[in-house]
């Protein structure tokens, strides 16, 4: 079992940076791949980013690219969302996953993931 704790959102102007954390519980992390998901009012969830349980390798989902970074520190139990370039159509609740990585290494659909956060409200301002 893990437990996902998100923080780091905020009402940020456009152009600004945001730095999402997932603290998880669990002695597990360190084998689990996680994601950051989004989910805006009216619109589905939506995949952000994913990484594999090592770090060594990544998944962004286009409009992400090139402004948006995902890490984790194991020792930590934690993994970031490093957001730069923020946009008002950025604007959503962000959501952290994770599932053991075992035949599934780097997931990217919500119904792959196993643990949730609460989630975390970020707001662009225009």
Not at 24 to 37: D, E, L, N, P, V
Not at 98 to 107: A, I, V
Request: charged share 20%; proline share 3%; aromatic share 12%.
């Amino acid at each position: 079992q893990v437990h996902l704790v998100e923080s780091g959102g905020g009402l940020v102007q456009a152009g600004g940076s945001l730095r999402l954390s997932c603290a998880a519980s669990g002695r597990t992390f360190s084998s689990y791949a996680m994601g950051w998901f989004r989910q805006a009012p009216g619109k589905e969830r939506e995949i952000v980013a994913a990484i594999t349980w090592s770090g060594s390798s990544t998944y962004y989902r286009d409009s992400v690219k090139g402004r948006f970074t995902i890490s984790r520190d194991n020792a930590k139990n934690t993994v970031y969302l490093q957001m730069s370039s923020l946009r008002p159509e950025d604007t959503a609740v962000y959501y952290c996953a994770g599932r053991d990585s075992y035949r599934n290494p780097l997931p990217k659909r919500a119904e792959e993931y196993d643990y949730w956060g609460q989630g975390t409200q970020v707001t662009v301002s225009s």
